[in-house]
């Protein structure tokens, strides 16, 4: 896992087509991500959720 210590309005690239943005936050930090359509950008509660429904789903085949 990298950490990075970043200020508002600054950015991280992930590659050369993935640009995430810190846009600040009291409690709660909030980001922003751009990337091509293809990429599939969930939280991990939701790719979770995802994940354990297709393993039900083949299970049930």
Known sequence: MLLLS???GDYIMIGDDIKVKIIGGSNVSKVGIE???D???RRQAVYERDVAA???RVAAS
């Open 6 to 8: 970043v200020k508002e």
């Open 35 to 37: 990337a091509p359509k």
């Open 54 to 56: 297709t393993e039900e």
């Open 39 to 41: 990429v599939a950008i």
